[in-house]
């Protein structure tokens, strides 16, 4: 099993690869991932799935069964809903056989962004040859 960790901004998408080198056949195999406060925590802060259709709006998690990796992507709009703190996580892989085996783990760190994503947004300005006029 490998261990990652990860430091996330609350001001950014959340894109990352896990490696999962130990991991078996993956054929047919579905991979499921948590981000909780603590293995216990009965809530999770992040739930994801490579069964297609399966995840929230927005969110994707992807095992490439070649590679050996899962990729997760979860857009900004939902990490700003982020509590900053520490988190764990893990990857548990369900082989085609029905076999479960957790193929990777770590920490989150969810830090808070310094610069307001809604002022990051582009300023239009019209030049009408006389003052400055800002839209948007």
Known sequence: M????????????????????????????TALMQVRLSADHPDDLVDLSSTPDSNDEGNSFTLNVGAKTVALAIPQDAVAEFVPGSYVYDVLVIYA?????????????????????????PVYVLDVGGAVLETG
């Open 97 to 121: 056989a029905g076999a479960r085996k957790r193929e990777a783990e770590g920490r989150v760190f969810v830090k808070r962004g310094i610069t307001d994503a809604v002022r990051a947004d």
């Open 2 to 29: 490998i261990s990652q960790d990860f430091t996330i901004y609350t001001s950014e998408d959340w894109a990352a690869t896990i490696a999962l080198p130990g991991a078996g056949d993956l054929t047919g195999a």
